[in-house]
C-alpha cells in the first residue's frame, strides 16, 4: 500500500478497522456530520480509508434535502476553513526561501499599509505564528473582493509580539504579502509553490459551479441560503473567496499528501516538494508570550500547544498519536495531524457545520479517533 503518483494504494481485502468505523458510525448517526472522510497512514502506507455520508442531507435546518447530495467518497472536496492557514504558510515561506529570505523580514517592505505606526515592526513570522497583535476576526462581511476596505482598516489592537492571539486577520495580511511577493494572485502562487509540487491535484480556491453537488456542503447562512461548493468562511467569502484565513476545498488524499511532506521533512515519492528548511519552520516551536486575556492585550495563561510558524504542536486532541505531532483543524470540521519525523499522519475530514454551526462534539471526538488511529499499523 505505497504511496504511488498522485494516488494511494490499499488491498482490497483489507477491511477497515471496526473501532474506527464504529466512532463514525455513531457521530453520523447523532448527526454530528453528515460526511466524512478519515484517512490514516503509517510509514508512507494507507492502512485505513474511510469514507461515507452524503454531500448534501439538508437544505435548511430542520428540513432535510429535497434532492439528497452524491455518497461521499476519495474524490469528495470539502470546504477545508483554517487548514488553509498551513498550507498558505507553507507556500509563503517556500516563496521567501525561492527569493534567500527569511520570515524575519518585515511586513512594510512587501506592503506599504505596514510602514504606518504602530505596523512598522511586524514581520512575516510574527503573521505566521499569530503574535503580530491583529484581532481574531474582521467582522465587516460586506463584499470585498479587492480588499481594499480591508486594507485600509484592519490594523492590530495591541503590540507585535506582545500577545499570543489566533488571528484570521493576522492570516489575511499573510496572502496579502505572498501576492506581493511572488507577483501573483494567492490561488496561483499556492498552487505554483504547494499544490502543484506536492501532487495535490483536486485542491484549489473556488472550485468551478459544476462541481457544487460533488462538494460537502456546509452551513445555512442568513443571505447566502445553503452554502455548498462556496466558501462557508463569512470573510473569505466577502474578499472574493480567496484569503490566506481561509478558502481552499481538497479532498482527504490530498490533505493526507500534505501531511506525508510534513512528516518526511518535505519528500514525497522519493522526490524533494518541499524545501527542507521550510519543513523545519513548520515543525519548530517558537516561543510565544500568553494568549490574549480577552480584552487584547496580554495577561492570559500559555497555550496547550506549541506554536510553530502554521502548524500547531502537540495539541491535547494531537498527542494519541505520538510523542512529536503537528496539525490544524478548520472551522467547518476538518483536520490533519501527523509525527515530523516520525510514522503516522491522519487525516480527518467533515462537514460538522451541515447544516448549523451550533454542534461542538466533534470537538471531544478527534482525540479519540487519533487514539484509535495510532493503534494501526504495528507499534510506534
Not at 503574535?131 to 503590540?159: I, N, S, V, Y
Request: with cysteine; aromatic share 6%.
Amino acid at each position: 500500500m505505497k504511496l504511488v503518483g498522485y494516488f494511494f494504494h490499499m488491498p482490497e481485502t483489507s477491511p477497515p478497522p471496526d473501532a474506527l468505523v464504529a466512532l463514525i458510525d455513531d457521530a453520523r448517526a447523532r448527526w454530528v456530520f453528515t460526511a466524512v472522510g478519515l484517512i490514516v497512514a503509517v510509514d508512507g502506507e494507507l492502512v485505513f480509508e474511510h469514507h461515507a455520508g452524503t454531500t448534501r442531507a439538508w437544505d435548511a435546518p430542520g428540513r432535510p434535502a429535497a434532492s439528497r447530495g452524491l455518497p461521499v467518497d476519495e474524490q469528495t472536496r470539502f470546504d477545508l476553513a483554517s487548514v488553509t492557514k498551513p498550507i498558505v504558510a507553507t507556500a509563503l515561506l517556500a516563496e521567501l526561501d525561492a527569493r534567500g529570505l527569511t520570515a524575519d523580514l518585515p511586513v512594510r517592505e512587501l506592503l506599504p499599509e505596514f510602514t504606518k505606526p504602530g505596523l512598522a515592526d511586524i514581520t512575516v513570522a510574527q503573521l505566521l505564528s499569530h503574535t503580530a497583535g491583529f484581532p481574531a476576526e474582521w467582522f465587516d462581511r460586506e463584499p470585498d473582493p479587492a480588499a481594499r476596505r480591508f486594507r485600509l482598516g484592519a490594523r492590530p489592537d495591541a503590540p507585535a509580539g506582545g500577545i499570543h492571539r489566533y488571528s484570521c486577520v493576522g492570516y489575511i495580511w499573510a496572502g496579502l504579502a505572498l501576492e506581493t511577493l511572488a507577483g501573483m494572485p494567492l490561488d496561483e502562487v499556492v498552487s505554483r509553490r504547494v499544490l502543484r509540487p506536492l501532487g495535490m491535484v483536486d485542491s484549489g480556491y473556488r472550485p468551478e459551479a459544476g462541481a457544487r453537488d460533488t462538494i460537502a456542503a456546509t452551513e445555512h447562512q442568513p443571505g447566502r441560503g445553503l452554502v455548498q461548493g462556496e466558501v462557508h468562511d463569512e470573510t473569505a467569502w466577502a474578499l472574493g473567496g480567496v484569503s490566506g484565513n481561509a478558502g481552499l476545498f481538497g479532498t482527504a488524499r490530498d490533505l493526507l499528501r500534505f501531511a506525508e511532506a510534513i512528516r518526511t521533512g518535505g519528500m514525497l515519492d522519493g522526490e524533494r516538494v518541499l524545501p527542507e528548511h521550510v519543513v523545519r519552520q513548520l515543525t519548530t516551536a517558537r516561543e510565544v508570550p500568553a494568549d490574549s486575556g480577552g480584552d487584547g492585550h496580554s495577561g492570559g495563561d500559555q497555550p496547550d500547544y506549541r506554536q510553530a510558524l502554521g502548524l500547531r504542536l502537540d495539541e491535547p486532541w494531537m498527542r494519541g498519536l505520538g510523542p512529536v505531532t503537528a496539525g490544524h483543524t478548520g472551522f467547518t470540521g476538518t483536520a490533519f495531524v501527523t509525527e515530523p519525523g516520525g510514522r503516522r499522519s491522519v487525516v480527518f475530514l467533515t462537514n460538522r457545520v451541515h447544516p448549523t454551526r451550533s454542534s461542538t462534539e466533534l470537538l471531544a471526538m478527534r482525540g479519540p479517533v487519533i487514539d484509535a488511529a495510532a493503534r494501526l499499523g504495528g507499534q510506534p
